[in-house]
């Protein structure tokens, strides 16, 4: 039998974290800027074939909640296990203490 893979789709809100650490980057080199954040997009995006690999984020009390750390940053998703999807909620660099997270 075949993996169930889910789809990843990335929040509004990820893609702004997305834009603004590129943004970031980039004022110091933006060739490294631009290919960081495809890395994170890859990342993002291995989810899918194992969507609970990733840790249960700590701060959090609930087990759909959870984060695949790259780098200094936490990829943070929920799992919707009945629609087979996987929505990253935020691009979180670690220093900033809790990842602030919207409810769906």
Known sequence: MGEVRYQVILSPRSLQD??????F???????????????????????????????????FRDPAIRERIFRSYRIVYRVDAER????????????RGRPEIVPE
Do not use: K, T, Y
Request: charge should be negative.
């Open 25 to 59: 980057i980039a004022a110091d080199n933006s060739p490294a800027a631009e290919r960081f954040g495809h890395e994170l997009i890859a990342e993002a995006g291995a989810i899918g074939p194992h969507p609970l690999m990733g840790r249960a984020v700590p701060e």
């Open 84 to 95: 087979r999807l996987v929505i990253v909620s935020r691009f979180w660099h670690g220093a």
């Open 18 to 23: 997305l834009e603004e650490v590129v943004s």
